[in-house]
């Protein structure tokens, strides 16, 4: 038993020995930062994992908690916008190419006019749902939401963000502050739940529009609407 047990138990201690000389360097904010840019156009780069974990080792000083959140919500930012300027580019014109009486061509007329009138609601929302920022930020581009309304939400959307996730890593580093490990575990578990909430309130959200219109699937805030444009590509 204790040829099993004695090397997972090394192979721990090695790990967050690595974790805390990761998060004691002052090259994490250029990580967090850098990994929170590709996440806004390359969804399977985990940057709120990243600055969960940053919250979580903050708790014992290290890194700085309001460092963390400026460049996560910076790099969110550009990351964001980055997004906005390839469906900008790219995605008008495959959106001029959609027969002009399919469903594809009808659903994003939806997503358009759902974006017009409530864009801020969305593109905030829609930042914690597993790859809906990207899916709303590449259709606010290709659909041409006005670039100054985009910066001023978006930046509402990303501090948010930025907050909340360190945050959440934060109050699990408190928890468990001899423990790094767990308080990762709460902090992820936390932040699991909140998406699972938010996820739940939409679908019901949607039911109910969808009941009311008499015609599923005719929401156009769904995550579902907005990324046919993406899927398009």
Known sequence: ???????????????????????????????????????????????????????????SGAPYLPAVILVAAAGALVGDHISYAIGRGGGTRLLDRLPPHGRRRAAIDRARRGIATRGGLILTVARYIPGGRTAVTLTMGAVRYPRRRFLAFDALAASSWGLYSALVGYLGGLAFEQDPLRGLLLGLGLALTVTVVVEVVRWLRNRRRATRAGEPGTDAVSAGAVSRPADAR
Do not use: C, K, Q
Request: charged share 10%; glycine share 6%.
């Open 1 to 59: 038993m204790s040829r099993v047990t004695a090397p997972t138990s090394i192979g721990i201690m090695d790990l967050l020995d690595l974790l805390h000389d990761t998060m004691s360097s002052p090259w994490v904010y250029l990580a967090i930062f850098a990994i929170a840019v590709l996440d806004g156009f390359f969804p399977v780069v985990p940057s709120e994992t990243a600055v969960i974990t940053a919250g979580v080792f903050a708790a």
